[in-house]
T-cell receptor, first 113, second 115 residues
Framework: AQSVTQPDIHITVSEGASLELRCNYS??????LFWYVQSPGQGLQLLLK??????LVQGIKGFEAEFKRSQSSFNLRKPSVHWSDAAEYFC???????????FGTGTRLTVIP | DADVTQTPRNRITKTGKRIMLECSQT?????MYWYRQDPGLGLQLIYY???????NKGEISDGYSVSRQAQAKFSLSLESAIPNQTALYFC??????????????FGEGSRLTVL
């Protein structure tokens, strides 16, 4: 069965600190992996995606994520967090022939000055 | 203008009322989706449509119906709203050219409160 686990419901970091948001997935075929960000009152915006190839992918706003097949993980990272990064982050999985994406429950990021 | 537009953005209604949420898109995508977001549950798929004549149930379709009036329009209806349908609803589109899961493009959401 397909599923996505985001073990951290809420993370607080100081501005300028590094960030890592965890995502583990279960998928029966080759996964396509996504990270979305939702700012307050907004829809979801794609940060980055992985389909194949280089397992380290770069996204918008200085984010990157690394696909580790052996660990079924796709963790999101940013070396230096900005106050504007405060939002909710969703990991999602889909794949070849799939009809839709399966989303994790999200991680809320708070950035303190 | 937004590529994916949802109306209304906010709606308060009473139990038993019929409610329609509308979604229109200018991206030219064939695939359209309705998701429901509840705190702590992430996004759950209600219905999806791959073209005007192809509509499919998602994970939580009970109590909901949809209509794909045109390639660009996909409406979600609650025939008789109940309080546990209070949630944030998102419409999304994707380009299904390769029949694989592509990037989803989301509207800004419709917040529905059922009293």
């Amino acid at each position: 069965a397909q599923s996505v686990t985001q073990p951290d419901i809420h993370i607080t970091v100081s501005e300028g600190a590094s960030l890592e948001l965890r995502c583990n997935y279960s998928y029966g075929a080759t996964p396509y992996l996504f990270w979305y960000v939702q700012s307050p009152g907004q829809g979801l915006q794609l940060l980055l995606k992985y389909f194949s190839g280089d397992t380290l992918v770069q996204g918008i706003k200085g984010f990157e994520a690394e696909f580790k097949r052996s660990q079924s993980s796709f963790n999101l990272r940013k070396p230096s967090v900005h106050w504007s990064d405060a939002a909710e982050y969703f990991c999602a999985v889909g794949g070849a022939g799939a009809n839709n994406l399966f989303f994790g429950t999200g991680t809320r990021l708070t950035v303190i000055p | 203008d937004a590529d994916v537009t949802q109306t209304p953005r906010n709606r308060i209604t009473k139990t038993g009322k019929r409610i329609m949420l509308e979604c229109s898109q200018t991206k030219g995508h064939d695939r359209m989706y309705w998701y429901r977001q509840d705190p702590g549950l992430g996004l759950q798929l209600i219905y999806y449509s791959f073209d005007v004549k192809d509509i499919n149930k998602g994970e939580i379709s009970d109590g909901y119906s949809v209509s794909r009036q045109a390639q660009a329009k996909f409406s979600l209806s609650l025939e008789s709203a109940i309080p546990n349908q209070t949630a944030l609803y998102f419409c999304a589109t994707s380009d299904g050219l390769y029949a694989d899961t592509g990037e989803l493009f989301f509207g800004e959401g419709s917040r529905l409160t059922v009293l």
